[in-house]
């Protein structure tokens, strides 16, 4: 496969499980992201990963928490989320992170939905 | 904090030029760029513009920068409907000290192709 990959590509969980997404680049970049996407509003960056450390980590309740295992995967766990945390969470890559201004990559994304 | 705006709608017909703009508040602006992202799907990278630039054009697109005005533009020439999707510009939060790498999304505009 090429590019980025996401799994699942949905997923319906209800607020006491415990879930995670997963995704995974095959582009050899080294810096990995998640982003939030809800209906009419702008993408919200939620967490960075640049070479394997959390870089950036946006005001996300604890009930999200991220996992990258080495530069290539990139995990999102959930568990008791609120169904306002229903949404489009994408992930994207990129060659790096910082000034130069690296283009990112995304993901096909996970619609999640809790009940 | 740094802003980007965009129209939420634009309809054209089929042949016909788009335009679609946005405006961003941060002067020290590196990269802008042009996602575009079709029903179901991730986000595509169009196409990008250093902020040195004026114009860059890339077969049927054409990506104009005002730095003055700090103002970005999208000409999809000879529009189809499979160009139909909604689009985002993004501003890199380039930083000198390498500290900064973000990208800040407007809303996106979502453009209607009717035949």
């Known amino acids: 496969e090429t590019g980025v990959t996401q799994t699942p590509r949905h997923l319906v969980m209800g607020m006491t499980n415990k879930k995670s997404l997963k995704c995974e680049q095959h582009?050899?970049?080294?810096?990995m992201y998640w982003y939030k996407q809800s209906a009419k509003k702008p993408l919200e960056l939620m967490f960075v990963y640049s070479l394997e450390e959390r870089v950036e980590n946006n005001s996300v309740p604890s009930r999200f928490s991220p996992e990258c295992p080495n530069s290539s995967h990139l995990f999102l766990h959930l568990h008791t989320l609120q169904p306002e945390d229903s949404a489009l969470y994408l992930c994207?890559?990129?060659?790096?992170?910082?000034?130069?201004?690296?283009?990112?990559?995304f993901g096909p994304g996970t619609r999640l939905t809790v009940t | 904090g740094e802003d980007v705006e965009q129209s939420l709608f634009l309809s054209v017909r089929e042949g016909d030029s788009s335009v679609i703009n946005c405006t961003y508040t941060d002067s020290s602006s590196t990269y802008l760029y042009w996602y575009k992202q079709e029903p179901g799907a991730g986000l595509q990278l169009l196409t990008y513009i250093f902020s040195n630039m004026d114009m860059k054009q890339d077969q049927r697109l054409t990506v104009l920068l005002n730095k003055k005005d700090k103002h970005l533009s999208l000409r999809i020439a000879d529009t189809q409907t499979g160009d139909s999707a909604i689009y985002f510009c993004?501003?890199?939060?380039?930083?000198?000290?390498?500290?900064?790498?973000?990208?800040?999304f407007g809303q996106g505009t979502e453009l209607s192709v009717k035949p």
């Open positions: 582009l050899g970049h080294n810096a």
């Open positions: 993004a501003d890199n939060e380039g930083r000198i000290y390498n500290q900064g790498g973000k990208l800040i």
């Open positions: 994207a890559s990129s060659q790096g992170y910082g000034d130069r201004g690296y283009e990112q990559y």
